[in-house]
């Protein structure tokens, strides 16, 4: 179980022979930019790619668990950006996870919560995003992705706290940034990721993971997002 917030240039990247790693109630929330893959995050390069997590694996059929994850106001530039989860080889097992919110260049080619290059692999499901479509989950070969929209969170997950943010014009791109103002740096260090009492995250999770964690009287269901599953809970 693991925060990371207010990150500049990325967060994760695994590659080689990372395959078997898990996040479990893990919060990514209000970091800016993203680590590279192929080439380093630059928006002036034309090959430019970023995400907030990067798989790189050695395997394609080698995999990395995220359940009960919150993928939060996560802001990356380039020309393929991404909020959340770039698998660009190996599979990724998302389970119970909350993405909301995450922005990126608006000039991106990608999906801006989970995008699959053609050595990538994902198995979604019991998620909340924005929209359950290929702007936020996208694979360049249809095959390799599994997401059953049917069990997916559309509606506005009731967070506790967000934080403000900006567009700025860089290198002929328009790119989300926080404002360097001690103001904005501590709303991106206050963000919360709870759910409120009505979030509609409540009991959405898979059916058949643990929830007994949660504080009673529950609906003997996981909550979707990093606090799934755990006393904190609402």
Do not use: M
């Not at 995050?41 to 430019?48: A, G, I």
């Not at 990067?54 to 380039?78: H, I, K």
């Not at 759910?195 to 959405?204: E, M, N, T």
Request: aromatic share 10%; hydrophobic share 35%; with cysteine.
């Amino acid at each position: 179980r693991c925060v990371y917030i207010n990150s500049e240039g990325g967060v994760v990247k695994l590659a080689g022979a990372c395959g078997g790693s898990a996040f479990t109630n893990c919060v990514f929330a209000g970091n800016e930019n993203g680590c590279g893959w192929t080439f380093n995050y630059n928006p002036n390069d034309s090959n430019s790619r970023a995400s907030t997590v990067v798989l790189e694996l050695s395997q394609a059929s080698t995999t990395v668990d995220f359940v009960n994850c919150s993928f939060v106001r996560n802001l990356t530039g380039g020309v393929k950006a991404v909020g959340g989860i770039a698998c660009v080889k190996g599979r990724a097992f998302v389970r119970n996870c909350l993405f909301w919110d995450n922005l990126v260049n608006k000039s991106s080619t990608t999906a801006k919560d989970i995008y699959l290059t053609a050595d990538g692999q994902a198995d979604v499901d019991w998620c909340a995003f924005e929209r359950a479509d290929g702007s936020c989950v996208y694979a360049e070969d249809p095959e390799t992705l599994t997401f059953p929209t049917e069990n997916i969170v559309t509606n506005d997950p009731l967070l506790v706290r967000s934080c403000p943010l900006s567009y700025v014009t860089y290198g002929g791109n328009i790119v989300p940034y926080f404002s360097q103002t001690q103001a904005a740096l501590d709303a991106a260090l206050a963000i919360d990721v709870h759910v409120q009492k009505r979030s509609p995250a409540i009991d959405a999770g898979n059916p058949a993971s643990d929830w007994r964690r949660e504080p009673h009287p529950n609906g003997r269901r996981v909550n979707l997002g990093a606090y799934g599953n755990t006393s904190e809970a609402t």
